[in-house]
């Protein structure tokens, strides 16, 4: 009886994990192709991610305009940077705000203020950038006070 119930318990478990992988909206299995961080450090510029940030640990070359706006990327987050989050919040930035309701970040709406780029990049150029902003974020994880709250 015990043996079978420890069958059954891994069926389940191999049948969870299955079908936690197919879910449609999982990230599982999302990456692109290694990309030039150089070249993608050229886009950044080029495209004019420079108009509203900067990188840490980058000096990069200001804007010909002066910023309206300006959102620092890299560096400590408390938030997972992963992979597929970074991507998405180059491609999809509505779905992916840096911190909700921070005026600079999102209209009244909750939309990002940060335009749609999708129009005007390459694949190529959108594999660079990545590749050139990943190794500019660290994940930290959040501190705990004693009555169990953190703080960043
Ligand atoms: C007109 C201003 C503007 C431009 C141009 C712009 N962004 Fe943004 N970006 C924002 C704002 C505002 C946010 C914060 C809100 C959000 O997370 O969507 C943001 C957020 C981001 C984030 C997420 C930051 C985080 O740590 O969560 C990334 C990555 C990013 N931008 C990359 C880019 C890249 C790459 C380009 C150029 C192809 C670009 N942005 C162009 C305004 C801009």
Do not use: W
């Not at 891994?10 to 299995?29: E, H, I, K, T, Y």
């Not at 694949?123 to 169990?148: A, M």
């Amino acid at each position: 009886m015990k043996y079978r119930n420890s069958k059954i318990a891994a069926l389940l478990a191999a049948l969870l994990l299955a079908a936690c992988g197919r879910q449609v909206d999982s990230p599982q299995g999302f990456r692109l192709p290694d990309g030039d961080p150089v070249a993608g450090r050229e886009a950044f510029v080029t495209m004019g991610c420079v108009q509203c940030h900067t990188v840490v640990g980058d000096s990069l070359p200001e804007p010909e305009i002066p910023r309206s706006l300006h959102v620092q990327l890299g560096g400590e987050t408390h938030r997972v940077k992963t992979y597929a989050q970074l991507v998405t919040s180059i491609i999809h930035p509505s779905h992916a705000i840096k911190d909700k309701n921070v005026a600079d970040y999102e209209d009244p709406s909750g939309k990002s203020l940060m335009p749609d780029l999708t129009p005007y990049l390459t694949v190529k150029q959108l594999v660079d950038i990545t590749q050139y902003l990943q190794p500019h974020y660290k994940v930290v994880f959040p501190e705990y006070t004693r009555d169990g709250l953190y703080y960043q």
